[in-house]
């Protein structure tokens, strides 16, 4: 093949590699059938020497000699010799090669891979005006669903990206297909930034189209982002809207789909009633049930991870321990989230037996696989500042001064809710002081409106307004935490998003009753 591409005789190719050889350029890998130059830095001087154009003549005769190799290798260094020979060479063919690249590593889940690929191809394919702007606004969206399967906050910048394409081309079912693909992750749909929420009202704007099960996807889309609007009627409105659409679509995809944002809605809303291990379980088996059927490893571990966090919530062990080998096995392949969900799983259950050192051990893989999706590091400072307040060993005006810095280095970047929340506990910090002014000046007006929150907001605000409460003699803060709270008697106050099991419910009641004169504190 080189000397096909050389343009000369083989016995002119091996005494050149020879040559090479002896002058410590290049040297005999696997097992002396292929050569490779010793460094990068000598392969980019040689190649710099060259002409662009020569460059490119020869990257031409390489496509050409592996036109008829179809192997996962030779599709790839075919794409690269494609791209490189430009502008000789057919332009769409290269974009095509660079495509086909993608598809491949998308196949074999190497999407960070792939989605350089589609990246190049669209890149390519903007310089050509034959090549039509949905299939250039296609390759974006391709680029974007790769990078948000690894969970990379890059994804976000390539599907706006290709939200602004679509609508720009008024393809109304493209940009429903970009916001759902940027919506639905594992391991959290609620987890993106503000520039989502526009791009799904004008979606939703759009005419309802024939295809009921995009449209089943879209709304169930919307219900995830109703929930961090600050709408929970909607949200649920939304949601029931979304399932009636998926059950007479009868689309798996759709019902996955749907299926998520239903566990999120819930998690992020449901109250914390006698009912509510209960539906938990059921949202979980339904996810795991259609996981398996699809064959969908990240759906798998979303259940197997909400599985074991709602057994830790209800101090079920037994099933958490069950859950968590689910999840540790990865019976349809590994995935990010499913390392991270079982590393901050084992981190609580260290933490039920007050141990830091094990605690800590057992997130650090979640932390180091952390650090690589959050845009900030804040998320993970501030998990780190509400373990040390659960085992109280730190000086709380250290703690309160560590949270702000964190949510400092977090400003415009986290979901809005969220701020009153950490309000709160910077609130609950300043009590523990004994600044009871302070304490107070931090609390967020109207704090008790927190509260119309279930699920996982509505836990967080309830454990620190107990705090405050209890600290400050806030009775009417004090009776409304508590109502809150008495339905989850029983239960664990876990979150799995902030890592971390703050004490039991029973715990905050007590904080509560004392603070409206019931028991003596």
Request: net charge negative; proline share 4%; charged share 20%.
């Amino acid at each position: 093949a080189l000397a096909s591409i050389a343009h000369t005789d083989l016995s002119t190719v091996l005494d050149a590699i020879a040559h090479a050889e002896r002058a410590g350029v290049v040297r005999a890998v696997s097992y002396g059938t292929r050569y490779a130059f010793v460094h990068d830095l000598a392969r980019e001087a040689i190649y710099g020497t060259l002409p662009a154009m020569d460059r490119a003549a020869i990257h031409l005769r390489a496509a050409a000699e592996l036109a008829d190799r179809d192997d996962e290798l030779q599709v790839a260094a075919r794409a690269h010799h494609a791209l490189a020979a430009l502008p000789l060479g057919e332009l769409a063919d290269a974009v095509a090669l660079a495509t086909a690249a993608g598809d491949r590593a998308r196949d074999r889940l190497a999407f960070e891979e792939a989605a350089r690929w589609y990246r190049k191809a669209h890149d390519v394919a903007s310089a050509d005006a034959t090549i039509r702007p949905r299939a250039r606004t296609e390759l974006l969206l391709a680029a974007g669903s790769a990078l948000r399967s690894v969970l990379s906050p890059r994804a976000e910048d390539v599907l706006a990206e290709a939200a602004r394409a679509a609508d720009a081309i008024h393809d109304a079912e493209l940009l429903k297909r970009v916001v759902i693909t940027w919506t639905y992750r594992h391991g959290g749909a609620g987890v993106f930034g503000p520039g989502l929420r526009p791009w799904v009202h004008r979606a939703l704007q759009a005419p309802p189209d024939h295809d009921l099960a995009l449209q089943a996807r879209l709304v169930g889309a919307a219900a995830i982002v109703a929930v961090h609007d600050d709408n929970p009627t909607r949200a649920w409105e939304l949601l029931a809207a979304a399932q009636e659409m998926a059950a007479s679509a009868a689309d798996d995809r759709a019902t996955m789909d749907v299926a998520i944002a239903e566990l999120n809605v819930f998690s992020m809303l449901a109250p914390a009633d006698r009912t509510w291990g209960k539906n938990a379980k059921l949202i979980s088996d339904h996810i795991e049930d259609l996981a398996r059927q699809m064959h969908d490893a990240g759906a798998l571990a979303d259940a197997a991870s909400w599985r074991a966090e709602v057994a830790l919530r209800m101090s079920d062990l037994p099933t958490a321990e069950h859950a968590l080998t689910l999840l540790e096995s990865a019976p349809l392949g590994p995935t990010v989230v499913g390392q991270i969900g079982a590393s901050i799983h084992r981190g609580a259950i260290a933490g039920l037996w007050a141990d830091l050192a094990a605690l800590r051990a057992a997130t650090a893989p979640a932390h180091r696989l952390a650090a690589a999706i959050d845009v900030t590091d804040a998320p993970v400072a501030w998990i780190d500042v509400l373990h040390r307040h659960v085992f109280g060993r730190d000086d709380p005006a250290d703690l309160e001064a560590a949270f702000a810095a964190a949510l400092s280095r977090a400003a415009g970047k986290g979901p809005t809710q969220y701020i009153p929340i950490f309000q709160s506990a910077m609130a609950a910090l300043a009590g523990e002081t004994g600044d009871l002014q302070r304490a107070q000046k931090l609390l967020p007006r109207a704090s008790t409106s927190l509260l119309r929150w279930g699920g996982t907001l509505g836990g967080l605000a309830a454990v620190f307004l107990s705090e405050v409460a209890a600290a400050c003699a806030l009775p009417e803060l004090a009776d409304a935490t508590y109502r809150w709270l008495e339905p989850a008697t029983g239960q664990l106050m876990y979150n799995a998003g902030m890592w971390t099991v703050f004490g039991s419910a029973d715990h905050f009641l007590g904080r509560c009753a004392s603070a409206l004169g019931r028991i003596d504190d």
